[in-house]
């Protein structure tokens, strides 16, 4: 079953794929023998026909995972969606110690050592980084990092 | 993706509560929009080395690759309109873009062209012991069947690579979809190409040729430029004067936002001025492969977009775009 | 010849004056720790650095020593995330996971990195030794591969790769395809067509590899590291002070050498680098192996090959650079960048004119070479620890260096959010035993397979005849069909013997 919700979907995908590689994609004159659209096609064509195998004959049943862990993950995606989103304006220190925390409670560890942990991985991270490696990290609210 | 920009742009001036962005120039930045180690970035580090006296601080250069260079013009009509410290590297494939349309809604309108760093003119190359000895031969053979001749170069259909050929074809009344052209990755394989026998003929540029010209392995045939050019090359002759109308300047400069102020861009046009009468700048220019060209401010700006105005009607006569 | 020698004496003078030789020890050790950086391999390691090692100062020679001894660093440091975190620190080190990450799992994280070192030691000096000695010829015929050679080698490297085929067939060809269809978004190198962009232009140029690599294998390692943990069989691993025996190094010494000979080879090609490279070591050696069983769980010879390889490519991308002056992979075009930054212009011209510079880049590789060597043993069992950091600060470390990897080098929070996404396809893919190599590869090669028949086509007006037109071509087709017949044929016979035969089991 599992096999099929995602095959289904990546069927959708794939046709979708080849529909605009039959249809959107034109070079303004034909100039190269294969021109940009026929690798697309081929693909698509190839891709097709592999997904309806895996629908008809799919080998994995479920994916096997209580309902408390897919919230556990979804936790995770948002989390790391939340970071990627406060990255920049938040600056790298801030918004490392806020992820870092946040998922090292989930994952079990008391505060006191999940806090020192983050804040040791935010301000030591941000300056071997930063100062030792010439890395690029956004400083954020904090400017007078910069 | 503008959404996430403007978004975050939103978070950053309410978390700070103040005006965003100063208006003096504290921190002079050169966003080279390509990945760092091409000509983009070169073109940085001539503004970074060459303007070192002119500011406090020293210059920072950044990378913000994506699109060849429309992910920097997207950004600088968004969120960094009016930033005083930035400035973009860009190159007359950029202005190519801006003509036919690559850059979806943003032209040449859309950025304040500040300065020139340097130019370079297209080159038409042969292997040394091609039978093409001069531009006529090659030129006869195009003249016969334009499909006769395979031809390459480091860029794309409708690149300024691409462009080199195609205005060589025009200069005869040829039509340049009837070539045939190989697009290569980078400059560098397409000389491998030239050297291996893939390809007869290379559209190059004269100042990449200045590691080459010393080793007999390659000729060139002539420069696309409207006058002879300063030793190493001034035995080169041009395009022009074997009777083609075939011109190909390759300028590398810089542009900002369309919102800066004057007095910051002002600033900017005076510290590039100051530079370009020194010694230094002419050294720095020569050494990073390119000939002077100092242009800067309102001149600049409009020779720019005259440029542009003409890549827009070659394009069309080319068939790139309607 | 005796001109190579009194070369290399020059050479040894100049990287051997002891603040040189310092410079590479430095930079060697600053290159591993920004290697170690998912995501910053050894491309972004020099481009980054240029700047400081510009800064400096230095004489050029001094400073493109450091450059030579940063690239090293970062080379091997790579690798470390590889084996220890199953995240791939760069596009040349995505083979090394599939058999250094199982090693460290079984408890051999200290034999796996040692024996990395080894490895890439062996193929980074096999690749120094044959450069300085027969670096124009080499380059001659790397020039004379044509577009139409390239299409006969992608369709080696993905023969080659048949050997990756896991418990379903159709999901490695749909795995390989999924990865030609992401290769596929972006502009056309060809026409200048925009394909599956809509619009973004964040994707115009296409989707970086380090993007596909860090989401596909990095933060889907994090997301699989939780689901474990959620489910209560994750265990931090305990201190592991293996290391790598000369019984080891005696079983894969030809598989070493295989592996250099082919990195070196694809290395010299311009346009295929350490990926290409390790992916095509990595499935010849399986398909090589008489008994392939322990690949993808820990075998030595799955680690030695690629490591082995992807070194070996680096220092034969040097050969065209150094004497043609053309850029053959990504990290020798930013070192032309740092030459022309230092006024010195590469190319066949340099040993003339700058012998110092040429020579002593080319001494300070084998210096490099051995200075990896001799800094990273005693870091390994450092390195080692790693490991046994508990899972609940681990995991969320691992997420952070991703992090740091992809948005340092182009500083686009755009990539974080590809990198998540990617993440959770590359998961789905895991969970339904899709295998991910098949997809990374055919993201490689995708690009290069299809620019190259077009390019060829264009060449020949249409006629596809010039496909079989080279020796070369003709060649690697054989090589092709060798290595998809071989094992088929060995496979059946080995069946027929008794079936009681235990197959040999590696060291």
Redesign the interface.
């Given at each position: 079953m599992a096999d099929r919700i995602f095959a289904g979907v990546l069927l959708l995908v794939a046709i979708g794929y080849t529909i605009i590689a039959f249809t959107v994609i034109r070079?303004?004159?034909q100039?190269?023998p294969l021109g940009p659209e026929s690798w697309p096609r081929i693909l698509g064509l190839v891709a097709i026909p592999c997904i309806l195998f895996v629908l008809v004959r799919p080998d994995v049943e479920t994916f096997g995972m209580p309902l408390r862990t897919w919230g556990r993950l979804a936790a995770l995606v948002v989390m790391l969606s939340g970071y990627a989103?406060l990255f920049?304006?938040?600056g790298f220190i801030l918004a490392t110690i806020v992820f870092c925390m946040a998922l090292a409670l989930m994952l079990g560890s008391r505060i006191v050592p999940a806090l020192a942990f983050s804040v040791g991985i935010g301000l030591g991270g941000y300056f071997l980084c930063t100062k030792l490696l010439d890395l690029?990290l956004p400083a954020g609210?904090l400017?007078f990092l910069? | 993706?503008k959404l996430?920009h403007i978004a975050?742009a939103l978070?950053?001036s309410a978390?700070?509560g103040a005006p965003a962005f100063a208006q003096e120039i504290d921190?002079p930045e050169c966003v080279a929009p390509a990945?760092?180690?091409?000509g983009f970035?070169?073109t940085c580090?001539i503004a970074q080395q060459g303007l070192e006296k002119q500011f406090d601080g020293p210059m920072e250069?950044?990378?913000?690759?994506?699109?060849?260079g429309?992910?920097a013009i997207?950004l600088f009509n968004t969120t960094r309109t009016d930033d005083p410290n930035a400035i973009v590297a860009f190159s007359s494939g950029s202005l190519l873009n801006m003509a036919i349309g690559?850059y979806?809604q943003w032209g040449a309108d859309d950025v304040r062209f500040l300065a020139t760093a340097g130019t370079d003119y297209g080159a038409v190359i042969v292997r040394a012991d091609s039978p093409y000895q001069s531009l006529d031969d090659l030129m006869a053979d195009l003249e016969k069947d334009p499909?006769s001749v395979?031809m390459g170069a480091g860029?794309?259909?409708?690149?300024q690579d691409w462009m080199k050929a195609a205005i060589l074809l025009k200069s005869k009344e040829l039509d340049p979809?009837k070539m045939?052209?190989?697009?290569?990755?980078?400059g560098?394989?397409a000389?491998?190409?030239l050297?291996?026998?893939?390809?007869q003929v290379y559209f190059g540029d004269v100042g990449e040729m200045?590691?080459?010209l010393?080793?007999g392995?390659m000729r060139i045939l002539a420069a696309m430029s409207p006058e002879r050019l300063p030793a190493p090359f001034n035995d080169i002759a041009t395009a022009k004067e074997l009777g083609y109308d075939a011109e190909w300047p390759i300028v590398r400069g810089f542009y900002m936002g369309k919102d800066v102020p004057d007095a910051a861009y002002d600033k900017w046009v005076e510290a590039f001025n100051a530079a370009y009468g020194t010694e230094e700048w002419s050294k720095l220019v020569k050494?990073?492969?390119l000939l002077p060209l100092n242009l800067s401010g309102q001149e600049m700006d409009a020779d720019m977009k005259k440029r542009v105005e003409r890549m827009t009607g070659i394009a069309k006569e080319a068939?790139?775009?309607q | 010849m005796d001109a190579v020698f009194s070369g290399l004496a020059s050479g040894f003078a100049v990287a051997l004056d002891p603040f040189n030789l310092f410079l590479v020890l430095a930079g060697c050790f600053a290159g591993t720790l920004i290697g170690a950086l998912p995501g910053i391999g050894p491309?972004?390691g020099v481009?980054?650095l240029?700047?400081i090692a510009y800064g400096l100062g230095f004489k050029p020679e001094s400073a493109i020593i450091l450059l030579a001894g940063i690239y090293y660093g970062a080379e091997y440091g790579g690798r470390i995330s590889s084996i220890l975190l199953n995240v791939p620190g760069d596009a040349g080190a995505v083979m090394t996971t599939l058999d250094g990450n199982p090693m460290a799992r079984n408890g051999e994280a200290g034999k796996a990195l040692s024996l990395s070192a080894v490895a890439s030691f062996i193929g980074g000096t096999f690749a120094v030794i044959l450069m300085s000695f027969f670096g124009p010829a080499l380059a001659s015929y790397?020039?004379?591969?044509?577009?139409s050679d390239y299409v006969a080698l992608m369709v080696f490297a993905f023969a080659s790769l048949a050997s990756l085929v896991g418990s379903n067939p159709v999901k490695t060809l749909l795995g390989a395809v999924i990865g030609l269809m992401l290769a596929s978004i972006g502009?056309?190198?060809?026409?200048?067509v925009p394909r599956f962009t809509f619009?973004?232009?964040?994707?115009?140029?296409g989707i970086?590899f380090l993007v596909v690599v860090i989401g596909l294998f990095g933060m889907a390692e994090l997301i699989h590291l939780v689901e474990q943990q959620a489910a209560g069989t994750l265990k931090t691993l305990k201190i592991d002070k293996s290391f790598v025996t000369l019984k080891d190094l005696a079983f894969v010494k030809w598989t070493i050498l295989r592996g250099s000979v082919i990195g070196f080879f694809i290395g010299i090609l311009?346009?295929t680098g350490a990926s290409v490279a390790s992916a095509v070591a990595y499935g010849a050696e399986k398909r090589a192996a008489t008994d392939s069983s322990k690949f993808g769980e820990g075998d030595m010879r799955g680690l030695a090959a690629p490591e082995a390889a992807n070194n070996a490519s680096a220092g034969g991308a040097m050969v065209?650079m150094l004497t043609?002056?053309?850029?053959?992979s990504?990290t020798t075009?930013?070192l032309?960048?740092a030459l022309?930054?230092f006024?010195v212009?590469?190319?066949?011209?340099m040993f003339t004119q700058r012998p110092e510079i040429a020579w002593g880049l080319i001494a300070s590789m084998y210096i490099g070479n051995i200075a990896l060597l001799i800094i990273n043993l005693p870091l390994v069992g450092l390195f080692a620890r790693l490991l046994t950091i508990p899972q609940q600060f681990l995991t969320p470390l691992i997420a952070v260096l991703a992090f740091v990897g992809v948005y340092s080098?182009?500083?686009?929070?755009?990539d974080l959010?590809m990198i998540i996404a990617l993440g959770v396809f590359g998961w789905f893919l895991r969970k339904l035993q899709f295998s991910l190599a098949p997809v990374i590869l055919g993201f490689v090669l995708g690009g290069l397979f299809e620019?190259n028949l077009r390019?060829a086509l264009?060449?020949s007006?249409g006629d596809w005849t010039i496909l079989l037109s080279s020796w070369n071509s003709i060649a690697l087709y054989g090589l092709a069909l060798l290595v998809v017949v071989v094992p088929i044929v060995l496979g059946r016979r080995k069946r027929n013997r008794a079936e009681d035969e235990a197959p040999k089991a590696p060291a």
């Open positions: 070079a303004p004159f100039y190269d989103y920049q304006p938040l690029n609210i400017t910069r | 993706m996430i975050s978070a950053l978390v700070i921190r990945k760092p180690g091409g970035d070169l580090r250069v950044t990378f913000l690759p994506g699109g060849i429309a992910v997207n690559k979806g499909g395979v860029g794309s259909v409708g690149s979809r045939r052209y190989v697009a290569f990755d980078g560098g394989d000389i491998a190409g050297l291996g026998g893939s390809i200045v590691s080459h010393g080793t392995e050494d990073k492969g068939g790139l775009i | 491309i972004n481009a980054i240029l700047p790397a020039i004379h591969f044509s577009p502009i056309d190198a060809n026409t200048g619009g973004i232009p964040d994707i115009l140029a970086d311009p346009g065209p043609l002056g053309i850029p053959g990504g075009a930013i032309l960048g022309l930054l006024n212009t590469p190319g066949p011209l080098v182009v500083s686009n929070p755009h959010y620019d390019r264009s060449i007006a």
